[in-house]
């Protein structure tokens, strides 16, 4: 019997989660698995990777091979190295001890570039964020000099029709009083 290590697809659709499992070859993709190594979320960014690095490391020691993801997943997660360096512990290149600490080096080095891209991944989206909102509030400046610079157009094009309206009354009122006449009989002390 042929095992290998695999995903199992769970989820639902368009939002798939994967299970990490060591099974027969010969079975289904979802269908019966020997033992559930981890889990696998590729929705999160960066994904995110739940292993058992001491059940993979067994299972590649007893001779599973995985397939080209799961070898990615194993790899990412140290799983690939941890069963190299047993493999020199085994020949006698290293001791355990060597082999521990080169290990938790590497551990260590990987967590800290991961905690680098989500401090990356943080900064840029409240970069992201900042600049959206500065855009935002040039567009309502914008917006409110614009209705501003309307509302004075429109006072200034009614101030000068109410002014003609308000001269021609006026030349209205003074041609009235002109055209009036003086009765022949009133003397001037009546027309005033």
């Known amino acids: 019997m042929s095992v290998k290590i695999r995903l199992q697809r769970h989820g639902k659709k368009g939002k798939p989660f994967y299970w990490v499992v060591a099974a027969d070859a010969r079975s289904k993709r979802d269908g019966k698995y020997l033992e559930k190594i981890g889990t696998y979320n590729p929705n999160t960014n960066p994904a995110t990777i739940d292993l058992n690095l001491d059940s993979a490391v067994k299972w590649l020691h007893n001779g599973a091979q995985p397939t080209d993801t799961a070898r990615a997943i194993l790899s990412y997660k140290g799983a690939l190295l941890k069963h190299h360096l047993d493999g020199g512990v085994r ?6 001890e060597q082999a521990d600490e080169k290990l938790t080096k590497w551990l260590d080095e990987k967590a800290g570039q991961v905690d680098a891209k989500k401090e990356g991944l943080n900064t840029s989206k409240a970069d992201a964020k900042a600049k959206a ?3 935002e509030k040039k567009v ?4 409110i000099a614009a209705a501003k610079k309307a509302e004075a157009d429109a006072i200034a094009a009614s101030q000068p029709a109410e002014e003609e309206v308000a001269s021609e009354e006026v030349a209205e009122v003074e041609a009235s009083t002109e055209e009036t006449p003086v009765a022949e009989g009133d003397t001037e002390e009546t027309q005033a």
Do not use: P
Not at 91 to 96: I, S, W
Not at 140 to 143: C, S
């Open 91 to 96: 020949k006698g290149a290293l001791t355990q």
């Open 133 to 135: 909102l500065a855009a």
């Open 140 to 143: 309502n400046e914008d917006r």
